[in-house]
């Protein structure tokens, strides 16, 4: 059975950071991209971060773009995402996503962490 377990969402103060991590287990994780997503009320899932199975390629929406910064430990199989200078914008439930590379349409979420960025 497969699992991702989010942790290390919080109430923060604007500028604060926090460091969100996905455990994985069920899935070889290795051949996995992994993104993170956020979603508010009443707004779709935003597509934040994404890094590739090997780790050697990431991208961003441009909204966090020199403030967050995806990472995987792929013996420990855990996806992260620091992130810096947060601001109430970046207020929501934030999701990881594990998108197979070997099965076509095989992909998994997670229950989500709050972050909540405010004073």
């Known amino acids: 059975q497969v699992h991702l377990v989010e942790s290390g969402g919080h109430l923060v103060q604007p500028g604060g950071s926090l460091r969100l991590s996905c455990s994985a287990s069920?899935?070889?994780?290795?051949?996995?991209?992994m993104s993170w997503y956020r979603q508010v009320p009443g707004k779709e899932r935003e597509l934040v971060a994404s890094i590739s199975p090997s780790g050697d390629a990431t991208n961003y929406v441009d909204s966090v773009k020199g403030r967050f910064t995806i990472s995987r430990d792929n013996a420990r199989n855990v996806l992260s995402l620091q992130m810096n200078s947060l601001n109430s914008e970046d207020t929501a439930m934030y999701y990881c996503?594990?998108?197979?590379?070997?099965?076509?349409?095989?992909?998994?979420w997670g229950q989500g962490t709050q972050v909540t960025v405010s004073s």
């Open positions: 069920g899935i070889t994780f290795s051949t996995y991209t």
């Open positions: 996503k594990a998108i197979s590379r070997r099965t076509v349409g095989q992909f998994y």
